[in-house]
């Protein structure tokens, strides 16, 4: 490990996406967190393996090992315990976390971030890449999604997609209705309308 994910950004807080993750619902989702499974993950960056880590699942736990380095100093090994905590669905089954190993903390979580420790979000202090966004890039971001997610283009010239087959009126309204606020907070309403002609 070390490296990558293990310096500041220059604007503040690091993000998480500067830090390698491993997340519990992709590993329950290969059906790898059966006792007994050994798996290992791996990290690249411009097509080189630039660190990787095995898991080892045991009755309750997933065994964690692997080396890092931070700063460029000396390599060393780790090896601990992430417990599992298992809660029910409302529509049946079950959906797997991960309790935080770092000392005092124990939050259930989906993912875990790569430093020392795999530790959670909350104890590494990251904020989320759309929390670091000017809040018009993440009015056009929503009202991009918003257009893709009913069939449309993105980009703001695009006209506004037709109500999807099956969709319910009241569901495509609202969702039009909250992608021209979006829209609005990106862009003035002048400039909007010659946009979209």
């Not at 604007?11 to 006792?35: A, K």
């Not at 898991?55 to 992430?82: D, F, I």
């Amino acid at each position: 490990m070390g490296g990558y994910g293990s310096g500041r950004s220059y604007s503040g807080r690091d993000t998480t996406s500067s830090y390698r993750q491993i997340d519990v619902r992709r590993w329950h989702r290969s059906g790898l967190l059966e006792s007994g499974h050994f798996f290992s993950s791996q990290w690249s960056h411009g097509g080189a393996v630039v660190a990787s880590i095995s898991a080892r699942t045991e009755t309750g736990c997933v065994m964690l090992s692997y080396n890092h380095c931070k700063n460029g100093g000396v390599w060393q090994s780790e090896e601990y315990p992430v417990w599992l905590e298992w809660t029910r669905c409302n529509y049946g089954g079950r959906r797997p976390w991960f309790l935080c190993p770092a000392r005092g903390c124990g939050r259930r979580v989906a993912i875990l971030y790569g430093g020392s420790i795999f530790a959670c979000r909350q104890c590494y202090g990251l904020a989320y890449d759309s929390q670091r966004e000017p809040p018009h890039d993440r009015a056009l971001r929503r009202a991009q999604a918003i257009q893709v997610k009913l069939g449309g283009l993105p980009g703001m010239a695009n006209a506004f997609p037709p109500k999807p087959k099956g969709m319910h009126w009241l569901t495509y309204q609202r969702l039009r209705a909250e992608s021209e606020q979006a829209a609005d907070r990106f862009l003035p309403p002048r400039i909007l309308r010659m946009l979209q002609g």
